[in-house]
């Protein structure tokens, strides 16, 4: 069975950072592109990420580009997500997902397993 688990949301002041995690159990993430989405209350879910779990070919949503950076351990079958200087408007829960389509994959449609998401609240 296919598992994705979140970690480290929470409460954070505007400007301030956190890092996000994304532990696989049931696959591999060397056969798929890998992302980060999230959802605010009342609004779509927003592609923030995508990469390539092998050759790290990697794509960012204006929103959070300059600001966000996705990385891996490859060991440990983990993916993150570094969010700096956030923002009230980065507040929303946070998905990470992965997708057998090639490239590096930004449409929700395209990922094929989801975590349960985290919750990520940013105060001013």
């Known amino acids: 069975q296919v598992q994705l688990v979140e970690s480290g949301g929470g409460l954070v002041q505007a400007g301030g950072s956190l890092r996000l995690s994304c532990a696989a159990s049931?696959?591999?993430?060397?056969?798929?592109?890998v992302g980060w989405f999230r959802q605010a209350p009342g609004k779509e879910r927003e592609f923030i990420v995508a990469?390539?779990?092998?050759?790290?070919?990697?794509w960012y949503g204006d929103s959070v580009k300059g600001r966000f950076t996705i990385s891996s351990d490859k060991a440990k079958n983990t993916l993150y997500l570094q969010m700096n200087a956030l923002k009230p408007e980065d507040t929303a829960v946070y998905y990470c997902?992965?997708?057998?389509?090639?490239?590096?994959?930004?449409?929700?449609?395209?990922?094929?397993?989801w975590g349960q998401g985290t919750q990520v609240t940013v105060s001013s």
């Open positions: 997902a992965s997708s057998r389509t090639m490239g590096v994959p930004t449409g929700r449609a395209q990922y094929n397993y």
């Open positions: 049931g696959l591999t993430f060397s056969n798929y592109a």
């Open positions: 990469m390539r779990w092998i050759g790290e070919s990697t």
